[in-house]
């Protein structure tokens, strides 16, 4: 199933895409998916690493733990590391510095408590037109 989608893209590259699109006696969009299907990596699985599983872990902690740091925290900035709740600040500058010189090489989730543990965002569609 394809993907309806709109994108800006600059003019020049659209001529140039619209002349490989005639040299080719195909459409511009059949031309775009087979350059970037080329261009693209392989959609293979990517590899779970190390760090994969600590940011999952964490950030499970984190939603486990946001009724609890909602209630005390709201609106300041914790640290969940080993599933538990490390540090908190009010100054996530100051929460990072100390983060960094305690666990120089581990991840830490670092959030800003809010009422959604994780809050959803919203980004519009591109579109495809030609740049002048």
Do not use: C
Not at 24 to 50: H, N, Y
Not at 65 to 88: N, R, S, T
Not at 91 to 100: F, K, Q, S
Request: no cysteine; charged share 30%.
């Amino acid at each position: 199933m394809a993907e309806q989608i709109n994108i800006s893209i600059p003019q020049t590259l659209y001529r140039r895409v619209r002349e490989l699109a005639r040299a080719r006696k195909r459409p511009v969009d059949d031309v775009l998916v087979e350059v970037l299907d080329q261009a693209l990596p392989p959609g293979d699985e990517p590899e779970i690493t190390d760090e994969d599983v600590a940011v999952e872990r964490e950030m499970q902690a984190y939603i486990a733990l946001h009724p609890m740091l909602k209630e005390k925290y709201l609106g300041q900035h914790v640290a969940i590391f080993g599933g538990q709740l490390i540090d908190v600040d009010a100054d996530y500058g100051a929460l990072y510095e100390r983060i960094d010189v305690q666990y120089p090489d581990q991840f830490v989730w670092l959030a800003t408590v809010e009422e959604d543990p994780m809050p959803t965002l919203v980004f519009r569609s591109p579109r495809l037109e030609p740049v002048e």
